[in-house]
């Protein structure tokens, strides 16, 4: 760790809301003090980079927030008049992870004084694990977010013959360490239902009305309930997936439309659950954040429990349920031993922690074996090259693409005729590339949620 000094130097580099809000809140607890921390973020350049709106919903600032290419971003870290980051946290995606890897296996090919890259993953594990976790194999550290994930993490490295030692059990960083604000029962009835819903699951116009449709059900059989259904994003923004068929479209679409009883609703998730008495959801995050809040949580199978839903993350967890059962009353209870093993309500429920054992009285802190781990690489010395599982022997038909999806070579450089900063051009040039940018950005949102349907319906007939 830096010298205590001075605040660790962290930049995060992000390409969507959800992933801005995991970067830069993993970044202050793996500070020895929350407040310890120089902050820079970046913003991946994508379909997916975050609006103004989005990046205030999300409530984390920075002290100075870019929007980057992977070339740029790459650049900025030898630029000369940039002061040396010591950790990087690289809250991307799979492919993205691994072109920055690769980028910095490029600048410091050997031991060198370079800044330790921590990545990880925004909420639950449910699909293309393998894929996933090889994607970002060569980070210092990759976080799991429980002991379930840390052994299915370690598993997977080792399965491949993969040096499975930068895996490290941590938790979900917008998990309160106390469990959150503190929840009172409501006996057998709850007065405010949150349903969380999610931008691509399900994925279906026929399944997405019918959830809206049995939310607004629940409202009218339930006149004394307030149902909120908690939405990502505004038509046109995107946020960590594509949402091609927005709930607020289908609202308007509602036969009978919706209740007086049931809106709307957007907000900062933690700020929504300070007043929920009951979570439904397909297979949202938010069901970990409610559950460790004591919350009930019901996770819908009405549309089966099934991988490409992720809901069957939550098997044993108690909370499967349907609308029906919800209707007639039913408040799932939550089983302890899953929380326990998913890293949710430690603290509060007083249950081992990751080495398996945790003295109740004393506050447990999921972070406490990542920081540890920070410090000794921070303190070890000139770190060894970033050595990634996939390289030109072991994946030779696989990383270029991905690196190229980048533009970068496959020895992790930039390719040529490839800009590497930001400041080039007039400030008239560079406004006038922004706006183009968004334009762009606006077509193709245009076209994923106006345009595609409209093809994939003509398709059927």
């Avoid at 793996?30 to 919903?57: F, H, I, K, M, W």
């Avoid at 057998?188 to 819903?197: E, G, K, N």
Wanted: proline residues 8%; aromatic residues 6%.
């Amino acid at each position: 760790m830096p010298a205590s000094n001075r605040a660790l130097r962290v930049a995060v580099l992000a390409d969507s809301d959800t992933r801005w809000k995991w970067g830069a809140l993993t970044a202050r607890r793996l500070a020895p003090e929350p407040d310890s921390v120089r902050l820079t973020g970046y913003l991946l350049r994508g379909r997916a980079t975050p609006t103004a709106r989005q990046l205030g919903e999300v409530g984390v600032t920075a002290d100075r927030l870019t929007e980057v290419t992977c070339a740029q971003f790459l650049a900025e870290l030898t630029a000369p008049e940039r002061e040396p980051y010591d950790v990087i946290v690289l809250a991307l995606v799979g492919g993205a992870v691994q072109a920055v890897l690769h980028g910095a296996r490029a600048l410091w090919p050997e031991p060198a004084a370079r800044p330790a890259f921590v990545t990880g993953y925004v909420g639950v594990v449910y699909e293309k694990l393998a894929d996933g976790l090889l994607l970002r194999h060569g980070a210092d550290l990759v976080l799991a977010n429980s002991r379930h994930d840390a052994e299915r993490f370690r598993a997977v490295y080792e399965g491949v013959g993969a040096d499975a030692g930068a895996v490290v059990e941590s938790a979900l960083p917008f998990l309160a360490p106390d469990g959150g604000p503190s929840y009172e029962p409501v006996g057998a009835t709850a007065h405010r239902v949150v349903f969380a819903v999610q931008p691509s699951v399900p994925d279906s116009r026929a399944d997405r009305a019918y959830l809206l449709r049995r939310a607004a059900e629940h409202a009218r059989l339930h006149p004394g309930r307030e149902v909120l259904v908690k939405l990502r994003s505004r038509p046109g923004e995107h946020t960590t997936h594509l949402e091609e068929l927005p709930y607020q479209r289908l609202a308007e679409q509602l036969p009978g439309g919706l209740p007086s009883n049931c809106r709307l609703v957007y907000g900062n998730m933690g700020e929504v659950l300070d007043t929920t008495d009951l979570l439904v959801t397909v297979s949202s995050t938010a069901a970990l954040e409610s559950l460790h809040r004591g919350i009930p949580t019901a996770v819908l199978t009405d549309l089966g429990v099934r991988e490409i839903l992720g809901n069957h993350h939550f098997l044993g967890s108690g909370c499967m349920a349907s609308w029906t059962q919800l209707d007639a009353g039913l408040l799932p209870k939550a089983d302890p031993d899953w929380l326990a093993a998913q890293g949710v309500g430690s603290r509060a429920t007083g249950l081992p922690g990751p080495a398996g054992v945790h003295d109740p009285d004393e506050p447990y802190d999921p972070y406490a074996a990542a920081r540890a781990r920070l410090t000794e690489l921070l303190g070890a010395g000139p770190l060894p090259a970033v050595a990634p599982y996939y390289t030109q022997d072991t994946a030779p038909g696989y990383l270029p693409g991905i690196l190229a999806r980048h533009h970068l070579g496959p020895d992790g450089r930039p390719l040529p005729g490839v800009a590497r900063t930001g400041a080039g051009g007039s400030r008239l040039r560079r406004r006038l590339r922004a706006h183009l940018r968004e334009a762009a950005r606006g077509a193709y949102r245009h076209g994923v949620q106006r345009v595609a349907p409209v093809i994939r319906r003509l398709g059927e007939l």
